[in-house]
């Protein structure tokens, strides 16, 4: 770190030494080559990204066009309808309660895994795999899985707790445990992609300061306390900014496991965007609930900015 | 750890037994599902050793569903997507990397922009695109809309900033022209940067499910993930011995790519990962 600052003012000079040697037509020619470079990944770009987000503002302004009844201006109706939703919040109220499920536990597994595999345990590249392999998985497949996994009275889970005496339970049937279930299967989902960029920051820590640490008669738990997690706080910031977006766009596991259900127990904004939009065809709530979703990621944006930047300062 | 610090046998024992435990528990749900696709159905929730193996419930699956088609169709949608990345995030890269032109960082803040919002999110408009284009149900509109990404701009923006200019120089002096300079100098320069890339990319597309759900609703254009889960929720009823064998299948070769390639693998989501 201490060496930017110099190697960004030679940048800087050489950069600033380069227009000067330039004619005007060398200039133009260069920025004309340099949008030529750009156009087809900015024209795809702007299609699929940028105009639709202007769209959708627009659109969720207007009702939804019907065979006899074209769409019309309607201001804040759609917004209004949403508001008054019941749906609407208990979709926002489970997202929130999918997001605080997943996140802590995600970070603590995947830190514990971690910590596990950096050490020099038996069988250390075994388990490594163990942990990532679900990564690798189609979100589909893991589903289908867990699905099995969670089959009352046949499953696995079911068959474990029946020697502890506990019968046949339908966890993915139920409103108590039906978005539990759910937070379970992306928790083992993602704790081992997290896990390896801690085991890469772990790697990153030079071994002086345990020695050092050792030396100072500091216990093992002070020395995480004090020095390592503090030192992972980088990686901490990032998976915490990726769970949450997780959180709020992965519906792939959802749609196939409950659907939602049961009686929208496992509903979120996403699965109810694409209900809304593809099931009953409403363009004009389905552009409201985007424009919330749209809020939403940034929001997480712009505090993952603000915070990083923050950071900076003391690494 | 150095001799200084050598951690003590109990904790040592503790810890070890701590992530067996873990990673038993982790693979479990995986390897029941492997159980009962690789056994007769009457075994299929019985654990009894020396029940007899089978590949019967492949068989079944592959002839239940049209999977050929549907690896065909995954197959073709990853090759246009992460081809066409490859030469467009590229050029994008290059461009941000090594050109001064007016409006520069503002229009590279706008393609972060899409790190964070994804075509899928914005399904309802990019649909009526789609439908606009004529490409609803074809494999090209399941693509389309990922033919470039922000993220691959991003990452070989980064790698050609470090190239040294002198190279670019020499290669300018010895006759190149921009595009002789990018394909003989930055490119090679990169290469680990677009396996790692590439391997992200294969394995969110082998995976990605809900674009193609949307686009898509013919068996000539559903790729893998959108017909295993048509397949499982209306075709089979609950024969979880098929289902969880047409499982395996489909994720097959991302898994059998994962355990020959691990390390690289895990390198590159690494590597992608940190942004």
Redesign the interface.
Known sequence: MTHQPAADSTAFAASAAGPARQSPWQRWSGSVEAWLLLLPSVVLLATFTHIPIVATLIDSFYSTPRPNRPSRFVGLRNYEDMVADPLFWKVMWNNAVYAVGTIPLSIALALAMALFVNDRIPGRGFLRMAYFTPTVLPMIAVANIWLFFYTPDYGLLDQVLRLFGVGATNWLGMQETALGAIITVAVWKEAGFFMIFYLAALQQIPPDLREAAAIEGASRWTFFRRVTWPLLAPVTLFVLVNAIINAFRTVDHILVMTHGGPDNATNVLLLMIYETGFKFWDQGAATALTIVLLAVLSGLALFQFVVASRRVHYQ | ??A??R?STG??TA??I???V???L?????L??IW?AFHPAAYS?RFVLGAPLTLENFVRAWHAAPFSRYFFNTTIIVIMIVGAQCV??T??A???AR????G?DI?FS??L??L????D???????R?IRALGAVDTLFGVA??Y??S?FG?FLLRQTFMTVP?DLEDAARIEGCG?LGVLWRVYVPLARPVYLAYGLVQV?FH??N??WP??ITNSVETRP??VG??VF??VDQG?D?SV??AA??M??GP??VG??VF?RQ??QS??RA???
């Open positions: 750890m150095s200084a610090y951690p904790y040592r810890t070890t701590a992530a067996w873990l990673g038993i982790w693979l479990s749900p995986l029941y599902a009962t929730t467009l995030c050029l994008a290059f461009a941000f050109s001064k032109f007016r520069r229009l706008l393609v922009l899409q964070m919002i994804s075509p999110i914005l399904a309802v408009v990019n649909y695109t389309l809309p033919l470039t922000a701009i200019r921009t394995s082998w995976n499910f809900l759900l949307i893998l993930t295993l889960s499982s929720s609950i979880w289902i969880t499982t395996l489909t994720s991302l898994l994962f355990l691990q693998f895990v989501f690494m990962g940190i942004r």
